[in-house]
């Protein structure tokens, strides 16, 4: 399965009419990056930096404006409704809740049998039936029939959230699209899901887009990383590089002030003014340049480009080489 | 296991899930006082349509003694005006209340949850478009409207209904249109888009069993309405005169002037009947209301 | 339909030091807040203090009424509630807001009350002039300022936040922490921070209780419970908690969910996760015993199988 995704210029806008006249909100401004088959690659960034949204365009659940997304060679965005339903085998998404994003009125039969039947995969039932014990087992759900026959509400959340993995396994995809998949759950279970899809990755050569704001999680789960602010990248590269040497300002000031689970550890943290803006109010030149404590004129005026500064590292910042010791 | 077997067990497996749902309905449902006696009611007025023939003791349509007789053990609420029994009238009156109310009301919220349903999920135009027929609607007058309709189709029961109908169709379609666009935001819609379904499949393996509960509640209300104007219209003296609904009683009932006169027991019946039967139906909708939505349940 | 009683919080002492950060840490639904809120006797309905003191200042608040408490809470100890930063009045004016609590508990005038939030703010770290404004316009981290700021109106000595930066982003996560830990230098403030998060504990607080299923599993200081644990659960935790720092590798899991409060499980409320649970953990309660100065632990072998957890392989 050539799973090797390409993705171009992405740039989404949602439209909110001001006053009759047509402004957009610019989610996600021209963003690229691509991902190799078999890895995990992260889509970091806080609140309002546009990767939720990022990862929605990818799979065709969000229109985007302008862009290309490429899978198995095809281009997402250009294809039918109806071309795009069949290619929704390959790739599927598991959502940030495990408490809304399954149907609490079906059983988890039901609802690990509705993607077979909606794609009309394995017409008899015994054969459905199989994939669906087969799923419930990857995720660790045992004895399968038990919980088959369960209903949501009588399941905990860690269990919900495995169930919402083997509905975005039972097509067998290649490219799984995780959104925030552990933050809703308790601190002990987290590790049991991350390892679940690790373990999963490696039985299945699957392919990851993880999105989170976490970045101890990220730094758990990835071996890529795409740091995303207000619609933009940032920064990107392999994740340990990222984490242990970051370039941008905004990778820096993120990297220092993330607490860490050890009282003997003490820190410098990057003070940085503000708050992020609403994407309503996008600063000109560099998103990141009136909270940037390096900021100067030409970052106001003109909009940093995404520059490759190591073998895979890119950085978008107009003083990438002073950050390069 | 061969493949019937496997087969078959499903089938027993979903039935006994449906079976547990009903048993859970039940065992909730019991709990709440307002609840069964609004059962009672109900059935009782239900025994009631269905055994007329033989609960009643004379012809409701023929006359069988004199007019305007008090009551007696011959005519328990005496005869009306063309001397016709009353009681009997009255018991064959609930044959078409509750028919009425049934039909006009299932007809109601097919109509409002088709609309409502439609606009909701697709937004957009063709929202817009249906709102605002709905908002044209919802503007008219009701009584005004109601009784230009009766007068247009002319008497008969299924033209009762219809008016019924489109008087009321309104109010389940806002209701149903704002659920339907709040369920459409959930994640589990995303989720079944996702999965690769259509947008048909969508609305009716998802959407729809999270509206019912909300549309089975509105129904109930929807059941006392009907009733509550039908009573209205054959008041008026636009419903059907061949039929004896309870409104209708009343309606010869003032034509005779019977409050005038003091003839309590030709109107304080059907009116006790009419309130009887709409209180059972509210007691019902309240404990299924509190049951399917566990919001309101006390703590 | 919730049926029968969760026993949220059972058998939970600690002693909370003056100028001291206590951390109450633990998952969902393991009694943290209901412990806040028992302290500051406002449980929801339906939720009742069985048995037990809260001695403050020589008092026992478990035996106060309603009215009485009234004038413990906010003047003496106050909460910032979790997610309250949400819950300000879109309509009226923050300054409003945090007036209202000095005004009714200090018998102020409307103006005194108004000079006493303009310097509430300023302390916070917020312009006093934005008093004036509407939550609306307040980004999140400010409006947990003001939060900070409502506690703090009438004077308390013992601060109560439940998940004070849950919903912040990271940047202003450490800027709020860090305006804690300020005021609690400059006001002597003791504070009881409610969190699931550890690191967040690790940063801010001295000595730190875990909470499990309702009970206290360990309690000490932050650098023991940390690095030398007691108790199997609390070694689980630190050990499986993603970090940007350290080393990168994969960490074991603990096996299972968090118990159902209705219906707990016996014994040893751990012992259903726990790798070395035998007959005792199942049928006996731990008690909750000190083992070394000022550090609880409620196991039945924790000398055995210390740095067990530690030491496993994922």
């Known amino acids: 399965m050539d799973n090797l995704s390409v993705w171009f210029p992405a740039r989404k806008g949602i439209a909110s009419t001001f006053a009759g006249k047509q402004e957009w909100v610019h989610a996600v401004d021209d963003v690229s990056f691509s991902v190799r088959k078999g890895e995990v690659m992260c889509l970091a960034g806080e609140s309002g930096s546009g990767k939720t949204t990022t990862a929605r365009a990818v799979l065709g659940l969000i229109k985007a404006k302008s862009g290309i997304v490429r899978f198995e060679g095809n281009d997402i965005l250009s294809l039918s409704k109806k071309e795009l339903r069949k290619l929704r085998c390959k790739m599927q998404i598991i959502f940030q809740d495990p408490y809304e994003s399954i149907d609490p009125r079906m059983s988890v039969l039901e609802i690990l049998s509705e993607p077979l039947e909606v794609n009309k995969v394995a017409r008899s039932r015994q054969e459905r039936e199989e994939r669906v014990y087969k799923a419930l087992e990857d995720v660790r759900l045992l004895p399968p029939r038990e919980f088959a026959r369960r209903f949501p509400h009588e399941l905990s959340g860690g269990q919900r959230q495995r169930v919402a993995i083997a509905r975005a396994l039972v097509l067998e995809p ?75 300002p905004y990778t820096k000031a993120l990297i220092s002030n993330v607490p860490v689970p050890d009282p003997t550890i003490k820190r410098d943290r990057i003070a940085v003014k503000g708050e992020t803006p609403s994407a309503l109010d996008m600063p000109s030149g560099c998103r990141f340049h009136p909270r940037c404590p390096y900021a100067e004129e030409i970052c106001r005026t003109k909009e940093p480009e995404l520059l490759r500064i190591g073998s895979a590292r890119y950085s978008a910042c107009h003083f990438n080489d002073r950050w390069i010791s | 296991m061969t493949q019937e077997q496997a087969a078959l067990q499903l089938e027993e497996e979903r039935f006994w899930v449906y079976k547990r749902k009903l048993r859970d309905f039940w065992r909730l449902y019991r709990r709440s006082s307002l609840g069964k006696v609004g059962l009672v009611i109900v059935l009782s007025f239900v025994t009631v349509a269905l055994a007329a023939p033989w609960i009643a003791p004379y012809d409701p349509f023929t006359f069988v003694g004199d007019p305007f007789l008090k009551p007696s ?155 509550l104007a039908e009573a209205g219209l054959s008041f008026l003296g636009f419903g059907d005169p061949s039929q004896a609904s309870w409104g209708m009683v009343l309606h010869f009932a003032d034509i005779a002037g019977a409050t005038v006169n003091g003839y309590w027991w030709y109107i304080v019946p059907p009116g006790i009947c009419i309130m009887l039967l709409v209180m059972g139906f509210a007691f019902i909708s309240y404990s299924t209301d509190q049951i399917l939505n566990p919001r309101l349940r006390r703590r | 339909m919730q049926e029968g009683t969760a026993r949220a919080v059972d058998d939970v002492t600690f002693t909370l030091k003056r100028g001291e950060t206590l951390g109450l840490a633990g998952e969902s639904g393991c009694g943290k807040t209901t412990t806040a809120l028992s302290i500051m006797k ?129 940047v202003v996560q450490s800027k709020i922490l860090e305006l804690i830990k300020d005021l609690q230098r400059k006001l002597n403030l003791s504070v009881i921070l409610i969190t699931h998060d550890l690191s967040v504990i690790a940063e801010t607080c001295d000595r730190v209780a875990i909470m499990y299923a309702g009970k206290i599993a360990e309690l000490g200081n932050v650098t023991d419970i940390y690095k030398d644990s007691w108790h199997p659960y609390t070694e689980a935790l630190i050990t499986a908690f993603p970090s940007i720092a350290g080393e990168k590798k994969r960490f074991k899991s603990i096996p299972g969910d968090p118990p159902d409060l209705t219906s707990p499980p016996s014994g040893c409320r751990f012992h259903t996760r726990c790798p070395w649970q035998d007959d005792t953990c199942r049928n006996q309660v731990p008690e909750y015993r000190n083992v070394s100065p000022d550090h609880h632990v409620a196991c039945h072998y924790s000398e055995k199988i210390r740095g067990k957890f530690r030491g496993a392989k994922p």
């Open chain 1, 174 to 248: 290649g490219l799984l699209v995780a959104d925030e998949p552990v933050s809703m759950l308790d601190a002990s279970i987290r590790v049991q899901i991350l390892n679940l899809l690790l373990d999963l990755r490696e039985e299945y050569d699957l392919t990851f887009l993880y999105i989170t704001h976490d970045l101890a999680q990220a730094r758990y789960i990835g071996n890529d990383i795409v740091i995303m602010y207000l619609g933009r990248i940032m920064e990107s590269g392999p994740v340990e590089e990222i984490v242990s040497n970051p370039v941008h």
């Open chain 2, 73 to 227: 053990s011959a005519h328990i609420l005496g005869t009306d005006q063309v001397g016709r029994d009353i009681f009997s009238r009255v018991i064959y009156g609930t044959r078409i209340s509750l028919l009425i109310g049934l039909v006009a009301s299932t007809m109601t919220i097919a109509l409002g949850s088709l609309i409502g349903l439609i606009s909701g999920y697709l937004g957009g135009r063709v929202d817009n478009v249906l709102m605002r027929i709905t908002d044209l609607f919802i503007i008219l007058p009701t009584l005004p409207l109601m009784l230009i309709m009766a007068s247009i189709l002319g008497k008969g029961i299924q033209n009762i209904i219809i008016v019924i109908t489109v008087i009321s169709w309104t109010a389940t379609a806002r209701m149903v249109r704002s659920q339907t666009m709040s369920l459409k935001e959930r994640p589990f819609t995303e989720a079944s888009r996702a999965i690769g379904s259509t947008d048909l499949h969508t609305i009716a393996r998802h959407i729809v069993p999270n509206v019912f509960p909300l549309v089975f509640a509105n129904g109930m209300i929807a059941i006392v309405d009907a009733i």
């Open chain 3, 42 to 170: 406002l449980l929801p309905p339906g939720g009742r203090i069985l048995k037990g003191e809260i001695i403050h200042d020589g008092e026992d608040l478990a035996k106060k009424t309603d009215s009485e408490m009234k004038a413990v809470r906010w003047k003496k100890i106050s909460i910032i509630f979790q997610g309250a930063m949400n819950a300000l009045n879109p309509v009226l004016r923050v300054g409003d807001q945090v007036t209202e609590a000095i005004i009714e508990k200090e018998n102020a005038t409307k103006s005194e009350a108004l000079q006493r939030a303009r310097s509430l703010f300023e302390l916070v770290g917020l312009d006093s002039s934005r008093v004036s404004y509407y939550p609306h316009e307040f980004s999140g981290g400010m409006r947990q300022r003001v939060m900070i700021a409502m506690a703090l109106a009438c004077n308390p000595s013992i601060v109560i936040a439940d998940e004070p930066v849950t919903a912040l982003d990271v």
